[in-house]
């Protein structure tokens, strides 16, 4: 099982953006999906090994690596 990008617990769901979430943060979008190296924005793809971002230069960034280089920000959409 996935965990919640925001809070690390236990994802039940998909938010719009295609990441996985739990039931607290299932309404949440990231607002900064850029990498952290280029600056460019970045692609939401999964594997069997779960979730991660593509950046066209950069190649395949992990959660925790975006999460180690800033902090993603994450909004509650209504």
Not at 11 to 25: E, F, R, T
Request: hydrophobic share 35%; with cysteine; charged share 20%.
């Amino acid at each position: 099982m996935e965990k919640c990008i925001v809070c690390g617990a236990m994802a039940i769901a998909y938010n719009s953006q295609n990441l996985p979430m739990c039931k607290h943060h299932k309404t949440h979008e990231m607002i900064n999906m850029k990498c952290p190296a280029c600056g460019k924005w970045l692609d939401v793809s999964k594997s069997k090994y779960g979730t991660f971002f593509l950046c066209i230069d950069c190649g395949p960034i992990s959660v925790s690596k975006l999460k180690s280089f800033g902090s993603p920000i994450f909004i509650k959409k209504s």
